[in-house]
């Protein structure tokens, strides 16, 4: 069973600039979620698609910050504009509808804003 | 409110050496707990959960863990630790219901003397 697929691995923008993550979930999972983790710490939500509506997008940054997941499948997150506290890994994880949080992750996509 | 507790930011152990790994959490319902781990550059993968039934889980690459409920405690154990062990190790409580997450710890670093 293919895991769950993240691009580009490696992101490398000057502040102001904009970048997109793209995500493909395992099949059949309905859940998905976008984690920012910050070198040092612990994974925080961003937001959390179920098919593709948003069930929690609270700690989304909204004012620079765009997620999306057309049809239900692959998710795009964007930011726009960059600033140097982006800088951080974004990991992409999907579950199962019925699953009571077991994640799968994907080996995320690391960005570093100069 | 809900929240996870790792204790020890740091650990270096002796390969070897037995190891346990400290997680506390907070949380009014009958929780889910998993452990994470995440070596260098890669994302996130389940060691080991707990749903319900026998409190001693048994988990992936020779790791256990125990829940102790009177002690709201679900620490990560290993008799003998590998070099290849060290990595990041991650405590997360599954909040459940339609919105369902993870409530991460901060996360404990483990090295391994040779």
């Known amino acids: 069973e293919a895991g769950v697929a993240q691009s580009p691995r490696y992101k490398i923008i000057e502040k102001r600039q904009s970048v997109a993550f793209w995500c493909n979930p395992i099949s059949g999972h309905a859940t998905l979620y976008w984690y920012q983790q910050i070198l040092g710490q612990g994974p925080k939500l961003l937001i959390q698609?179920?098919?593709?509506?948003?069930?929690?997008d609270s700690q989304l940054p909204k004012d620079r910050f765009s997620a999306e997941r057309l049809k239900g499948v692959d998710s795009t997150l964007k930011i726009q504009p960059a600033k140097l506290e982006d800088s951080a890994v974004y990991l992409c994880?999907?579950?199962?509808?019925?699953?009571?949080?077991?994640?799968?992750f994907g080996e995320g996509s690391r960005l570093t804003v100069l | 409110a809900q929240s996870v507790t790792q204790p020890d930011i740091h650990i270096t152990v002796s390969e070897g050496a037995s190891l346990e790994l400290r997680c506390n959490y907070s949380?009014?319902?009958?929780?889910?707990l998993f452990w994470y781990v995440q070596s260098p550059g890669q994302g996130l993968q389940l060691l080991l959960k707990?749903?319900?039934?026998d409190t001693l889980v048994q988990g992936i690459k020779g790791f256990e863990a125990e829940f102790k409920r009177s002690q709201s405690s679900f620490n990560l154990r290993k008799p003998s630790v590998h070099w290849s062990d060290a990595a990041e190790y991650f405590c997360?409580?599954?909040?459940?219901?339609?919105?369902?997450?993870?409530?991460w710890g901060l996360g404990t670093s483990l090295a391994v003397n040779p």
């Open positions: 707990y749903f319900s039934g």
């Open positions: 994880a999907t579950t199962e509808l019925t699953n009571t949080g077991e994640l799968f």
């Open positions: 949380y009014g319902a009958t929780p889910y």
């Open positions: 698609f179920q098919n593709n509506g948003v069930v929690d």
């Open positions: 997360a409580v599954g909040v459940s219901g339609n919105n369902r997450k993870l409530i």
